[in-house]
């Protein structure tokens, strides 16, 4: 079953770089239908036998063996409210990959790949109760589709600290950027504050939108403004909803006012489709989250200096 969910992934790379996305549905226990990138999914298996960790978050049911490599399992139900199936001898592992991290999740009831055009992706009202830790609904033949925000389920998982360096503080504050403004578009809540506090450390503003059409627009506002007033760099997610980052990409180099404009792709899809999307759709740049001073570099690296601008 989990050979035949996955094996036509290569055909559904085409669908990228279009604002189509390919996900993978499954529920939780619960009548709920959930959903996640098809790309980030490595792997669905049956539960193999957990050991307990000692001293592990809540969330962690456990650790298993996964092709020779001891990986964190995590209760996803769990993360999302809902009662646990550690205990559930019908629940699957699924294996992800995060930002070049493995670990892997219990779900239930997997069902199929599906398809939708990135312009139904919606951010979830409030009223519908999920909190967080799902980033965009969508209508798929009648039924109602809760896209995982799976950054912020791990990121409460695990609270290190993400700051520069040292090194990388003195490099920034040496380069002198101008202007010392960016784009940040990002529909996670806990990435937009992430990056929000990276560029804080290099003494740089954000302009922040919530997903790839919001960032469209407020490109084309900073546009008509003073030189001093705009942006040269935008860091764009990939994955989100309305526009995803390689439209958004597409569109700023299809428009006369934005082309020059530079463009960093921060996402935690990994590998090298990701990087041939981002020759395709001519980025600049693809920096996996979340690494902040690979991300700085690129960022010292792209903006111009004083003598530049």
């Known amino acids: ?18 604002n189509r996305v390919a996900m993978l549905l499954f529920r939780l226990g619960e009548p709920q239908l959930f959903a996640i990138n098809v790309f980030k999914v490595r792997e669905v298996l049956r539960r193999p036998p957990l050991e307990r960790m000692p001293g592990a ?15 964190p399992v995590i209760d996803l139900a769990a993360a999302l409210g809902y009662p646990a199936l550690l205990d559930q001898p019908s629940a699957h592992l699924m294996v992800t990959e995060f930002s070049r991290s493995v670990q892997g999740f219990l779900v239930s009831d997997l069902q199929h790949m599906v398809h939708c055009e990135g312009e139904s992706l919606m951010a979830p009202s409030a009223a519908l109760g999920f909190g967080s830790r799902v980033n965009a609904v969508t209508r798929i033949n009648g039924a109602l589709i809760a896209v995982v925000d799976v950054e912020q389920v791990l990121a409460s998982i695990d609270a290190s600290p993400h700051e520069l360096s040292a090194q990388m503080l003195r490099a920034a504050g040496a380069h002198p950027l101008r202007p010392r403004r960016v784009l940040v578009a990002d529909d996670s809540l806990i990435a937009r504050r992430r990056l929000v506090s990276l560029f804080k450390q290099m003494n740089i503003e954000c302009v922040v939108a919530q997903d790839g059409r919001e960032a469209l627009e407020r490109l084309h506002e900073l546009a008509a403004l003073p030189p001093e007033e705009s942006v040269n760099l935008v860091v764009s997610d990939i994955e989100m909803p309305q526009l995803d980052g390689y439209a958004l990409t597409r569109a700023i180099r299809q428009t006369p006012a934005l082309r020059r404009l530079k463009v960093v792709l921060h996402s935690s899809l990994s590998g090298l489709f990701n990087e041939a999307m981002v020759r395709e759709v001519n980025a600049d740049r693809f920096v996996a989250k979340f690494q902040p001073d690979l991300l700085a570099q690129a960022v010292i690296e792209l903006l111009p200096d004083d003598e530049a601008a």
């Open 57 to 71: 978050h809540a969330l962690i049911a456990g650790s298993c063996d996964y092709r020779g490599q001891t990986i």
């Open 1 to 18: 079953m989990a050979g035949a969910l996955l094996e036509n992934v290569e055909r559904q790379t085409r669908l990228a770089g279009h």
